[in-house]
């Protein structure tokens, strides 16, 4: 038995892609430009930070974690997501969000579902909330095996009891750390390649059989890969 499970959220926990696309979208723009320049490596984590928030700031200069949040409203959970983290408790299982999208998000959707443990990555306000231009990093996008192994010592989980949920080849790290790893929705084969076990359709509960190792409709067993010890 599992006694604790991390999972994504952007495509995870959530029906959109990314809690920061998603305020891009609010003020009908993108940052594509930063997008690249990070997936070149011409830029780290914390640029990228800046750069969504220069583009958010031309559209309303003095945007507020306020009004993140209202823009972050509408996003809804993922359809089944209720339904698992409700069995997942039931049985005593802990859990955890570990996300490189947005704290405001994240904490709301940790509310919601009574998740343990919430980890994601923030903003550098002044004294009224406004944002300053920086980013808080508790979650690197490429760092998520090293983040989930400080929650485990944490809380004093092993890896072999550790089960987690992701949608990209940002969370195979996650999988790394973890007896169980769910490839849920994934856009990616990596993370295919690398979970335990697949869920394709857009339902969360659809992985509670992989997480509890009773296999259930709509599952499939991924290739064998070796499990930590």
């Given at each position: 038995?599992?006694?604790?499970?991390?999972?994504?959220?952007?495509?995870?926990?959530?029906?959109?892609?990314?809690?920061?696309?998603?305020?891009?979208?609010?003020?009908?723009?993108?940052?594509?430009?930063?997008?690249?320049?990070?997936?070149?490596?011409?830029?780290?984590?914390?640029?990228?930070v800046r750069s969504d928030i220069r583009i958010w700031w031309r559209h309303q200069p003095d945007i507020s974690v306020f009004d993140l949040e209202r823009i972050l409203a509408p996003v809804p959970l993922m359809p089944g997501a209720t339904e698992l983290l409700g069995a997942l408790h039931a049985r005593g299982i802990r859990t955890a969000i570990v996300s490189?999208?947005?704290?405001?998000?994240?904490?709301?959707?940790?509310?919601?579902?009574?998740?343990?443990?919430?980890?994601?990555?923030?903003?550098?306000?002044?004294?009224?909330?406004?944002?300053?231009?920086?980013?808080?990093?508790?979650?690197?996008?490429?760092?998520?095996?090293?983040?989930?192994?400080?929650?485990?010592?944490?809380?004093?989980?092993?890896?072999?009891?550790?089960?987690?949920?992701?949608?990209?080849?940002?969370?195979?790290?996650?999988?790394?750390?973890?007896?169980?790893?769910?490839?849920?929705?994934?856009?990616?084969?990596?993370?295919?390649?690398?979970?335990?076990?697949?869920?394709?359709?857009?339902?969360?509960?659809?992985?509670?059989?992989?997480?509890?190792?009773?296999?259930?409709?709509?599952?499939?067993?991924?290739?064998?890969?070796?499990?930590?010890?």
């Open positions: 038995m599992l006694r604790f499970v991390a999972f994504d959220m952007d495509g995870t926990l959530v029906d959109v892609a990314s809690s920061w696309r998603s305020v891009h979208e609010h003020f009908d723009d993108q940052n594509e430009e930063g997008l690249n320049a990070f997936l070149s490596n011409r830029i780290d984590d914390e640029e990228f490189g999208g947005i704290d405001l998000l994240a904490k709301r959707v940790g509310r919601e579902l009574g998740i343990d443990y919430v980890l994601a990555n923030g903003f550098r306000t002044d004294a009224s909330g406004r944002l300053t231009g920086e980013g808080i990093i508790r979650v690197p996008i490429w760092g998520k095996e090293r983040i989930l192994a400080g929650i485990q010592e944490q809380l004093g989980f092993d890896p072999s009891e550790t089960g987690s949920v992701g949608n990209s080849e940002i969370d195979v790290g996650m999988f790394r750390r973890s007896r169980v790893g769910v490839a849920f929705a994934p856009e990616d084969d990596a993370v295919r390649r690398a979970a335990t076990a697949v869920v394709e359709e857009r339902d969360l509960s659809k992985a509670l059989g992989a997480l509890l190792g009773t296999g259930a409709a709509g599952v499939a067993t991924a290739p064998a890969r070796s499990q930590p010890s």
